[in-house]
Nanobody, 116 residues
Framework: QVQLVESGGGLVQPGGSLRLSCAASGFSFSSYAMSWYRQAPGKERELVAA????????NYADSVKGRFTISRDNAKNTVYLQMNSLKPEDTAVYYC?????????WGQGTQVTVSS
């Protein structure tokens, strides 16, 4: 059974940091590109960051470049999103995504709220 379980979300003040984790099971994790998406209330889901299967290449949304870092540990079947200098506009539900076309899997999401 495929599972993507996100953790690490919560409430943080502007300027603070959070580290999201996504633990994968039930599929060949090291073969899949991994991404983090987010969806704010009333907005469409958007790509935040992505990393290739071996971790050699990453890309980021312009809005998070220089503040967020995606990484993965294929030995632990886990992908991470380190989020620094958080802003209120980063508030959203963050989703983990695994993709190896045509297969694609989603996690259930974790809430990140940036507020004073």
């Amino acid at each position: 059974q495929v599972q993507l379980v996100e953790s690490g979300g919560g409430l943080v003040q502007p300027g603070g940091s959070l580290r999201l984790s996504c633990a994968a099971s039930g599929f060949s994790f090291s073969s899949y590109a991994m991404s983090w998406y987010r969806q704010a209330p009333g907005k469409e889901r958007e790509l935040v960051a992505a990393i290739t299967s071996a971790g050699g290449s990453t890309n980021y949304a312009d809005s998070v470049k220089g503040r967020f870092t995606i990484s993965r540990d294929n030995a632990k079947n886990t992908v991470y999103l380190q989020m620094n200098s958080l802003k209120p506009e980063d508030t959203a539900v963050y989703y983990c995504n695994a993709r190896w076309a045509p297969r694609q899997y989603w996690g259930q999401g974790t809430q990140v709220t940036v507020s004073s």
